[in-house]
C-alpha cells in the first residue's frame, strides 16, 4: 500500500476543486471549502468505504464543531491506521485548526492512497448516506417529535393570522432590499471562495519554490568545497548556478567549458604518454 508518498509527488499537485469533487462525488455530500473537512469524519468515512468493516462508524461524528469532538474523529482515524499498518502521521492539532492547505494536503494524499487500493475501483454496494446516518437516526427522528409537538401548542394558544390581499408599499420595498442583499452576498462568499483558492495556489507555489531552492542551495555549497571546486564539472555547475541572463540558457556555454577542459586534460595525458614512450626508448637504446 502507497503510504510514504513524497511531497513532490503528483498526488501534492491534485487542485482543490477536484479533491472536493471527489469526496462529494464519493460519499454523496455537498462540500464547497476544504475547511468543511477538517473535522475528520469525511476522512474516516473514505477509509470505511476502501476498508469496508475496519472504521466503526458509530464513533465518527459528523456534526463535530469543537476542536474536542474533531479530535475524537481523529483517534478512531489513528486507530484505523494502526489496525491497517499506515505509517502516515497524523497532524491533528494542525487539521482540527481549519487551515485550508493543511486540511488540502491530507486530503490530497488520502486520495492518492484510496486509489491505489484496487485501483481505486468505487464499492458499488456502499452506501454513504446510510453508512454514516444510521447513528443518527434516533436523534432527528426525537427531535421532529418535539418539533411537531412544540408547533401543535403553540397553534392552540395562538389563532392563524389572516393577511389581506392589500398590496403594501413598505413591504414591497422591504422585500427588493432583501432581493438585492441576497445578490451582494452571493456575490461576497464567490469573490471569497476565488480568493481562497488564489491562497492555496500562492501557498503550494511558495512550497514549490523553497523546495527547489534548498536543492539549488545545497548544490552552491557542494562545489564551494574547497577540493571539488576547481574541478571542470564543477565549474560548468556554477558557471548555470550563477547566471544573470534570464533570457538565455548558460547550458551551452557550461557544456563548451567542459568539453575545452576534458580536452586539454586529454592533450595532456598524451603528451605525458608520449614523454614516457621517448624515455623508455632513450633507455633502451643506452642498454
Known sequence: MTTNIGMMDSA??????EILSWINDRLHLNLSRIEEAASGAVQCQMLDMTFPGVVPMHKVNFEAKNEYEMIQN????????TK???TKPLEVNRLVKGRP?????????????CD??????MNENYNPVERRSRGGREKSVKGSSKISKSLQTNNMHHPPVTTSNKPSGPKQAKSHAIGGGSNSSAEVQALSKEIEDLKVSVDLLEKERDFYFSKLRDTE??????????????VAVKKIL??????????????ECLNQSLG????EEEGKEEEEEEEAAATESQT
Open 12 to 17: 501534492y499537485f491534485v487542485g482543490r476543486n
Open 264 to 267: 586539454l586534460e586529454a592533450d
Open 84 to 86: 491497517l499498518k499506515i
Open 74 to 81: 481523529y483517534k478512531v482515524m489513528q486507530e484505523v491506521f
Open 116 to 121: 491505489s487500493i484496487n485501483g481505486g475501483i
Open 242 to 255: 550563477y547566471a544573470t541572463d534570464a533570457n538565455e540558457s548558460a547550458l551551452e556555454e557550461a557544456q
Open 221 to 234: 555549497i557542494l562545489c564551494q568545497t574547497p577540493e571539488l571546486e576547481d574541478l571542470p564539472i564543477v
Open 101 to 113: 492547505l493543511d486540511n488540502l494536503e491530507f486530503l490530497q494524499w488520502l486520495k492518492r492512497f
